[in-house]
T-cell receptor
Framework: NAGVTQTPKFQVLKTGQSMTLQCAQD?????MYWYRQDPGMGLRLIYY???????DKGEVPNGYNVSRLNKREFSLRLESAAPSQTSVYFC???????????FGPGTRLLVL | DQQVKQNSPSLSVQEGRISILNCDYT??????FLWYKKYPAEGPTFLIS?????DKNEDGRFTVFLNKSAKHLSLHIVPSQPGDSAVYFC???????????FGSGTQLTVLP
């Protein structure tokens, strides 16, 4: 039982490049989330998916797109990376109606 | 406008003593509160939670207190152990919404 897994662990991009961050969970959770963590800012919600086939914007969605590929997988795409997107990205999942979210280990992204 | 605030970026405590971490919120719609613990290079892990219908919840060495009139919650760790050294985030959820709003975190250091 791996819980929530994220790939890659670390990535360096140049401004304007694109990439997709992958997330998968094996807990059969309906809801999945993408957060970013910046120094002094805590975790801020980028997008979430309440169930397979649905996605909604969170607090800071600009510059990102998401895909809920199936119940297990939820990917985050940066179409044209900017230095302001340098951050640590966390994926999380939870059961429907349960507030506790389970987090992956994170992806450190550096945009030059 | 931070709806969940952790005003102390850091806290140092001697091993065996009590650690008290504080969190204030402004949104009166928040009705469920959680504490997460985060070690370096790992994702946050759920620690303890409390519903707004309660004013205290205890789990082993960890107790969360909620003062709704003051819009304040605190996490007490007794006795503190060096392994408790981590960043602690408080989070809150409004009503039936699925999203969590996180504070900026407090770095707890327990000195041996």
């Amino acid at each position: 039982n791996a819980g929530v897994t994220q790939t890659p662990k670390f990535q360096v991009l140049k401004t304007g490049q694109s990439m997709t961050l992958q997330c998968a969970q094996d807990m059969n959770h309906n809801s999945m989330y993408w957060y970013r963590q910046d120094p002094g800012m805590g975790l801020r919600l980028i997008y979430y998916s309440a169930s397979e086939g649905t996605t909604d914007k969170g607090e800071v969605p600009n510059g990102y797109n998401v895909s809920r590929l199936n119940k297990r997988e939820f990917s985050l795409r940066l179409e044209s990376a900017a230095p302001s997107q340098t951050s640590v990205y966390f994926c999380a999942s939870s059961e429907t109606g349960v507030e506790t979210q389970y987090f992956g280990p994170g992806t450190r992204l550096l945009v030059l | 406008d931070q709806q969940v605030k952790q005003n102390s970026p850091s806290l140092s405590v001697q091993e065996g003593r009590i650690s008290i971490l504080n969190c204030d919120y402004t949104n009166s719609m928040f009705d469920y509160f959680l504490w997460y613990k985060k070690y370096p290079a790992e994702g946050p892990t759920f620690l303890i939670s409390i519903s707004s219908i309660k004013d205290k919840n205890e789990d082993g060495r960890f107790t969360v207190f909620l003062n709704k009139s003051a819009k304040h919650l605190s996490l007490h760790i007794v006795p503190s152990q060096p392994g408790d050294s981590a960043v602690y985030f408080c989070a809150a959820r409004p009503g039936s919404a699925r999203q969590l709003t996180f504070g900026s975190g407090t770095q707890l250091t327990v000195l041996p």
